[in-house]
């Protein structure tokens, strides 16, 4: 599994006045792996998730993915790199079709006669045909995750940038989304935020456990759901 | 994305457009036929902001400075060069270099909305209050006298190939018709490319426009820039029609006017606008000729009536009927053919073939 790494944050750091969202954080990603960021509320996964992608230009550090230092740089061209986002509330365009938005993506990438053919597939992969002509503003919240999730996957990214994908989904849905993850997986290198641990579970990777801005722990779901010190975190009481 | 229904609809209003610019001169009087020049420059100022806001999303309080821009620059090129084809030349490129010059500030400075609304008014007023200045023989430029508040003469388009053959009103009212027409396919075209496809994108949520690796900025720069081309050849066209350009083309009430037209005759549309334009400008004249109210006073009520009312602007909301009616209908149809269906099985065979 171990290849090259293709994304690494050499002490990052965000602060917001003399809140540390991020502190010194040292992060290494390996080409094909599947890596989950979680941590409980406040530990600052979502704003490192932030750094990684150009939305918040970090207060010291770096990011390097590949060669590229992405640090400070703009969101499109970190996107440009070939990497797919997601963000944590479903940025999706409300007034446009489903299919218009994931076109959008996928013309960025191709010709015009291979991102027809590719919104085509992408619509159909993520069951999403019956709806195609629907405004996305419309559509319900899970749908509309599927929506971005189907803009991602139509962009073909080798990297995949997911925060919160499975966020208020039903059972089902979540499943789906799971499925999707590990299919994405065989193409692409990706990391996932997430709550759910029920969710991490079910995709099964090396986890990064995030505390007060720092990196607890990492390693694999069930080393980390065993480790004293992440139930600590997590409950909030002292071990006995 | 269906464009066939849509285009068969732009199809249709082109050809209105030239029947119309045929038919006109022979119907109407000349006086109407130089009014009527005048209304079509505001319908290309309206058709910009239509491409801009409606389609871009950038709302641009201060699209008629790139309008005034281009009458002056024609005006002043017309009067240095002595022919007119060179100075129409001019006077897009001065507006749209301008719209470039103020976007490039404002998009990669990274200036939200109610900020850009207020720096593009901002530009117009300096623009006003700079021109107005200009009243005393000093300021010129090459032969052209700007003429503070009183402004210049602007003269008439000529043909290109006969720079001393000035044309006559119905000639520049054929011009006029064409250019919006023109002006008219080509933001028709423009919505449906690509680069204007992203545009809508970036309006509907600029964040996941940038995270797909569109750089926003370019986007919307370009965007600014064609509209900013678009309302100097409607500039152009105005001083052909009035005769000369005043710093008044530059005035608050006048930018907002331009807001208005587009908010009453809808925006995400093109052709909204443009009848909005038509719709108020003569509205605001026949009330000129009126004097018995403020004109503004009406602007200002119908401007709230619609804000209220019709906020979605004249022609969406017509279309939205049309829309719900022909599904009603359509409806209808479908629940009329069940019932003869289940009529037809319950009743006797010769009641049925009496039906049929």
Request: hydrophobic share 45%; with cysteine; net charge positive.
């Amino acid at each position: 599994m171990r290849g090259e790494i293709v994304l690494e944050t050499r002490n990052l750091s965000m602060h917001f006045g003399g809140v540390k969202a991020v502190d010194r954080v040292n992060f290494n990603l390996w080409e094909n792996e599947l890596r989950c960021l979680i941590g409980p509320n406040g530990a600052g996964k979502s704003t490192f998730f932030k750094c990684l992608t150009g939305q918040l230009a970090p207060t010291a550090g770096e990011v390097v993915i590949r060669d590229f230092t992405a640090t400070g740089r703009e969101p499109h061209e970190v996107a440009r790199l070939g990497v797919g986002i997601k963000t944590q509330v479903p940025s999706v365009f409300d007034g446009l079709t489903v299919e218009e938005n994931i076109w959008l993506s996928a013309r960025k990438w191709h010709g015009r006669a291979r991102s027809q053919s590719l919104t085509r597939d992408t619509l159909e992969r993520l069951q999403l045909g019956d709806i195609r002509s629907d405004l996305v503003g419309r559509l319900a919240h899970g749908q509309r995750q599927w929506v971005e999730l189907g803009m991602v996957v139509a962009a073909e990214p080798w990297l995949v940038l997911l925060d919160e994908p499975a966020a208020g989904m039903t059972h089902e849905e979540t499943e789906r989304t799971a499925d999707l993850i590990r299919e994405m997986n065989r193409t692409a290198t990706m990391i996932v935020v997430e709550h759910d641990m029920q969710f991490i579970r079910m995709i099964s990777s090396r986890v990064t456990v995030f505390h007060e801005g720092q990196i607890l722990i990492e390693d694999t779901m069930d080393v980390i759901s065993a480790d004293p010190r992440v139930r600590e975190v997590y409950l909030g009481h002292r071990r006995q | 994305m269906n464009w066939g229904r849509e285009n068969r609809w732009r199809v249709a209003v082109v050809i209105v457009g030239l029947a119309f610019t045929l038919i006109a001169p022979a119907a109407l009087q000349l006086f109407t036929i130089i009014n009527l020049t005048t209304a079509i420059a505001l319908a290309l100022l309206a058709l910009s902001l239509a491409l801009i806001w409606g389609y871009g999303g950038i709302l641009c309080f201060g699209q008629t400075a790139f309008f005034g821009l281009g009458a002056y620059a024609y005006t002043v090129a017309a009067i240095n060069f002595g022919g007119t084809t060179w100075a129409v030349l001019v006077a897009v490129l001065v507006a749209a270099a301008f719209a470039a010059v103020l976007g490039y500030f404002v998009f990669y400075g990274r200036v939200s909305d109610v900020y850009m609304a207020v720096i593009t008014l901002t530009a117009t007023l300096i623009l006003y209050n700079l021109i107005r200045r200009t009243s005393g023989p000093e300021y010129k430029i090459g032969h052209a006298l700007l003429g503070g508040f009183n402004g210049v003469t602007s003269p008439p388009l000529n043909l290109p190939w006969a720079p001393y053959s000035m044309l006559f009103p119905q000639h520049v009212f054929y011009v006029g018709m064409l250019a919006l027409i023109l002006g008219y396919i080509f933001c028709a075209w423009l919505v449906q490319t690509h680069f204007g496809r992203v545009s809508v994108a970036i309006r509907e949520n600029e964040t996941r426009a940038e995270l797909l690796g569109y750089d926003t900025r370019l986007y919307k720069l370009g965007l600014f820039t064609i509209g900013g081309a678009l309302a100097g050849i409607g500039g152009i066209l105005f001083c052909n029609g009035v005769g000369r350009v005043t710093p008044d083309v530059f005035r608050l009430d006048f930018s907002a006017q331009a807001i208005i037209w587009v908010i009453v005759g809808g925006r995400g549309t093109l052709l909204g606008p443009v009848l909005g334009s038509f719709a108020l400008f003569y509205v605001t004249s026949w009330l000129g000729t009126q004097s018995a109210v403020n004109n503004y006073l009406v602007l200002g009520i119908i401007l709230i009536a619609f804000v209220l009312g019709v906020p979605r602007g004249l022609l969406p909301t017509v279309v939205g009927w049309w829309d719900a009616g022909r599904s009603r209908r359509a409806m209808q149809r479908r629940e009329m053919r069940l019932r003869r269906r289940r009529g037809g099985r319950a009743s006797t065979a010769g009641e049925a073939a009496h039906e049929g």
